[in-house]
Nanobody, 121 residues
Framework: QVQLVESGGGLVQAGGSLTLPCAASVGVFTIGTMGWYRQAPGKQHELVARIFSDGNTNYADSVKRRGTIARDNTKKTVYLRIDSLKPEDTAAYYC???????????????WGQGTQVTVSS
């Protein structure tokens, strides 16, 4: 089974920036929509941004002017950059791919293990 591996989380000061990469492990031929979600303590799981296979993007209102999502299909990687970080961006961030064509057949709704982002004020 293909896995998604996230990195780039950590402790960041408010006003700073970070970039979260998420890469699919080997054996992937095609990738559909790639997205980043987050969940803060006591809050619901929410979409941060997603990028479709045609390059179109969606952003949550909370990051619309601060976030950039991009994908590198050759590297099977999606990147989320957030600028002007705020304490309310503190959350566990999860990568998701809605469908993949893999060596083992189609794989649906795959999630990464999550990476913690903490923004200090």
């Amino acid at each position: 089974q293909v896995q998604l591996v996230e990195s780039g989380g950590g402790l960041v000061q408010a006003g700073g920036s970070l970039t979260l990469p998420c890469a699919a492990s080997v054996g992937v031929f095609t990738i559909g929509t790639m997205g980043w979600y987050r969940q803060a303590p006591g809050k619901q799981h929410e979409l941060v941004a997603r990028i479709f296979s045609d390059g179109n993007t969606n952003y949550a209102d909370s990051v619309k002017r601060r976030g950039t999502i991009a994908r590198d299909n050759t590297k099977k990687t999606v990147y989320l950059r957030i600028d002007s970080l705020k304490p309310e961006d503190t959350a566990a961030y999860y990568c998701n791919v809605d469908r993949m064509g893999t060596s083992w057949g189609p794989q649906l709704d795959t999630w990464g293990q999550g990476t913690q982002v903490t923004v200090s004020s």
